[in-house]
């Protein structure tokens, strides 16, 4: 079975900040892919990034980036310099290939992140 | 930007009646979602849909629920006789390759059972 544990519930921090958001994942399966996804207030799910179990390159986006490490099974998330408009719930997701192709995906329980001026 | 769209955005329905839910996936997608997040907490799967049948359902997704594909483009998520407990933010998501690409979330449609 596939489990996703996000530890930090809430994080709080000062514009301009960096900050990094945990995620803990458990699976069988050697082919798998881990996602992130960003919950504004208004509500929708913003697709971050996705990553396969065979790539453990690290990436970086502009302020973001991914730190995916096989070894300890985590693939975490730093903003750097945050800022206000980065206030949201961040998702770590996590979907399986084995059985299906259909890409049922795990969502851990999410970390609010609140970033203030 | 293509976009999943639900419809519509809120719902309110008594308890023990009948809702569907309406989401039209985007275009060149072949996998479709549910899911479904009651207020506060985690994003739960629901069931995938591929080739006009359901892939997979979790133990959520009991005979309470359907899911249809009527025509080429919107995909229901009927809920039969409501229960409080199924008040929450539903979620339609489309892929191109299941499991091996992201899912494109629609905005949700927010269920509340009175």
């Known amino acids: 079975a596939q489990k996703v544990t996000q530890a930090q519930t809430e994080i709080s921090v000062v514009e301009k900040e960096d900050v990094t958001l945990d995620c803990v994942y458990e699976t069988r399966d050697t082919t798998y892919y881990l996602f992130w996804y960003k919950q504004p207030p208004s509500g929708e799910l913003v697709f971050l990034i996705r990553?396969?179990?065979?790539?453990?390159q690290n990436e970086i986006s502009g302020r973001y980036s991914w730190n995916f490490q096989k070894s300890t099974s985590s693939f975490n998330f730093t903003i750097t310099a945050s800022q206000v408009v980065d206030s949201a719930v961040y998702f770590c997701?996590?979907?399986?290939?084995?059985?299906?192709?259909?890409?049922?995906?795990?969502f851990g329980d999410g970390t609010t992140l609140t970033v203030k001026p | 930007e293509p976009e999943v769209t639900q419809t519509p955005s809120h719902q309110v329905t008594q308890m023990g009646q009948e809702v569907i839910l309406r989401c039209v996936p985007i275009?060149?997608?072949?996998?479709f979602y549910w899911y479904r997040q009651i207020l506060g907490q985690k994003v739960e799967f629901l069931v995938s849909?591929?080739?006009?049948?359901?892939?997979?359902k979790s133990e959520i997704f009991d005979d309470q629920f359907s899911v249809e594909r009527p025509d080429g483009s919107n995909f229901t998520l009927k809920i039969r006789s409501t229960k409080l407990e199924d008040s929450a933010m539903y979620f339609c998501a489309s892929s191109t390759q299941g499991a091996r690409t992201e899912a494109f979330f629609g905005q949700g449609t927010r269920l509340t059972v009175v």
């Open positions: 990553r396969n179990s065979f790539d453990e």
């Open positions: 275009s060149n997608h072949l996998y």
């Open positions: 849909f591929y080739n006009n049948e359901i892939s997979e």
């Open positions: 997701a996590l979907s399986e290939a084995v059985y299906t192709n259909a890409g049922k995906s795990t």
